[in-house]
């Protein structure tokens, strides 16, 4: 694991979305936990984690490993 984004938050580097995932952290915890002020961070995390697992899964219908 590495840190991320200079927060002590830390990051799975394995993952695409890595970089969403710590800056969505950063965001609720600059917005004292207040999430509708990170609404945008959020939605792209999540679009990032449904083209990663389009990808994986696009991956192993190939017969590949993830």
């Given amino acids: ?31 004292n936990y207040d999430k509708s002020k990170c609404q945008k961070e959020f939605l792209e995390y999540k679009e990032c984690r449904k083209k990663e697992r389009a990808a994986m899964l696009a991956t192993r219908q190939q017969g590949k490993a993830w």
């Fill in 1 to 31: 694991m590495q840190e991320g984004l200079g927060t002590g938050i830390k990051k799975v580097s394995s993952s695409m979305c890595a970089d969403f995932s710590a800056a969505s952290l950063k965001c609720i915890i600059d917005a």
